[in-house]
């Protein structure tokens, strides 16, 4: 488990540099021969955290079954985290108004997106997936796209905006 944990913190160093909207203090240039170079990172930036892009409140409408089921407003927040840790929550409100919470973890920063580990509160109701599944949170413009594969959830996705600044 710790092998695997590594391996994923390093492949989280060799793209981060990669991601769009980083800091500001980076280059606009400087993406070319990020990847060639495994092991190296900018010091400015902690290993395998959230990019600041990412860090908000995030809000928009979902939906399941490749869009046929609409699966009422999901409501994202994103704070600083490094691999392994907490990076926020989702707070999932149906068609008839039912909540259930996520608690969200990171498990890999690349280029292109987050993908975090999604583990439902053991305070949610009975209507709630309590099964971790991964989630893949990455940027569309101004906002997010949040799609989850969990099979027992339809697999559901969302557009989300920004709502609150981090």
């Given at each position: 488990m710790?092998g695997?944990?590594?391996a994923?913190?390093?492949g989280s ?6 991601l769009?909207?980083?800091d500001?203090?980076?280059n ?12 190296k ?9 959230v990019?600041?892009r990412y860090?908000?409140?995030w809000e928009?409408?979902?939906?399941a ?8 407003t999901?409501?994202?927040s994103?704070h600083k ?5 907490e990076l926020?929550t989702?707070?999932?409100t149906?068609?008839l108004g ?8 990171l498990?890999?920063?690349t280029?292109?997106?987050l993908?975090v580990?999604?583990v439902?509160r053991?305070?949610n109701?009975g209507?709630?997936n ?5 989630v ?6 101004d906002?997010l796209?949040f799609r989850?594969e969990s099979?027992?959830e339809g697999?559901p996705?969302a557009?989300?905006?920004?709502v609150?600044q981090?």
């Amino acid at each position: 488990m710790a092998g695997a944990l590594a391996a994923v913190t390093v492949g989280s160093v060799v793209v981060f540099d990669l991601l769009p909207g980083g800091d500001q203090d980076h280059n606009a240039g400087s993406d070319a021969a990020s990847s060639a170079s495994p092991g190296k990172s900018t010091p400015t930036r902690v290993e395998g955290s959230v990019p600041a892009r990412y860090i908000g409140t995030w809000e928009g409408q979902a939906t399941a079954l490749d869009g046929a089921l609409p699966s009422g407003t999901y409501r994202l927040s994103v704070h600083k985290a490094d691999v392994g840790e907490e990076l926020g929550t989702l707070r999932q409100t149906d068609v008839l108004g039912l909540v259930c919470n996520d608690v969200l973890t990171l498990k890999k920063v690349t280029a292109k997106e987050l993908v975090v580990t999604s583990v439902g509160r053991k305070t949610n109701h009975g209507g709630c997936n309590p099964a971790p599944h991964t989630v893949r949170i990455s940027p569309a413009g101004d906002d997010l796209v949040f799609r989850s594969e969990s099979d027992a959830e339809g697999k559901p996705e969302a557009r989300l905006s920004k709502v609150e600044q981090g």
